[in-house]
């Protein structure tokens, strides 16, 4: 089955980059979507299309793929930023609902 | 604005049958895919399925096919998560999710608050 690869822990410190990775065989034709789930809470939508940003997410918040690797980028990282991050997407024959594994993003 | 509301904690027996749901509001229901995701204590996400209200074509992970049933009502923009046989394992955090779709893949883009399923003798 199609895997998205993450991976678990990424570390910064505040006002550093953040970029968090996911790497997959049909990244180059299918989109990537990036999640934030915070400690208890539900996934919130960050990047929608590699590299569109859904209204009210601050602007910190980026992306963008190149072949099979799309990357979440965090520009000046925030202590409110900590939070697991998932990317998904959807396999080469159009299964939707793969989900990479997760990161861990510790901002401190 | 764009809700989904999904239906209280379950405390549940192995063996009982068990329907969950997922209200969406501020937007046309029918035109947009809808579907589960599983988050068992500590781990990550698991794509469980969608359902196209519209129509009601239903698509299913492998690892969920034959698990569970989702399902809709259209005329109360409703959609459902259902077990015929709770087992300790289905222990979990399930959100739904609005789907997004394009030439290019799915996505989600609304979740639901979630609902925790506990599954204890």
């Known amino acids: 089955s199609y895997e998205l690869t993450q991976p678990p822990s990424v570390s910064v410190s505040p006002g550093q980059t953040a970029r968090i990775t996911c790497s997959g065989d049909a990244l180059p034709k299918k989109y990537a979507y990036w999640y934030q789930q915070k400690s208890g809470q539900a996934p919130v939508l960050v990047i929608h299309e590699d590299n569109k940003r859904p209204s009210g997410i601050p602007e910190r918040f980026s992306g963008s793929s190149s072949g099979t690797m799309a990357t979440l980028t965090i520009s000046g990282a925030q202590v409110e930023d900590e939070a697991d991050y998932y990317c998904?997407?959807?396999?080469?024959?159009?299964?939707?609902?793969?989900f990479g594994g997760g990161t861990k993003l510790t901002v401190l | 604005e764009v809700q989904l509301v999904q239906s209280g904690a379950e405390v549940k027996k192995p063996g009982e049958s068990l329907k969950i749901s997922c209200k969406g509001s501020?937007?046309?229901?029918?035109?947009?895919?809808i579907g589960w995701v599983r988050q068992m204590p500590g781990t990550g996400l698991e794509w469980m399925g969608i359902?196209?209200?519209?129509?009601?074509?239903?698509?299913?992970s492998p690892s969920f096919q034959g698990q569970v049933t989702i399902s809709v009502d259209k005329s109360i923009s409703t959609a459902y998560l259902q077990w015929s046989s709770l087992k300790a394992s289905d222990t979990a955090m399930y959100y739904c999710?609005?789907?997004?779709?394009?030439?290019f893949g799915y996505g989600m883009d609304v979740w639901g608050q979630g609902t925790t399923v506990t599954v204890s003798s």
């Open positions: 998904s997407s959807t396999d080469s024959s159009g299964n939707p609902g793969v």
């Open positions: 501020g937007y046309s229901f029918t035109n947009y895919w």
């Open positions: 999710a609005r789907h997004i779709y394009s030439y």
């Open positions: 359902i196209y209200p519209g129509d009601s074509n239903t698509r299913y």
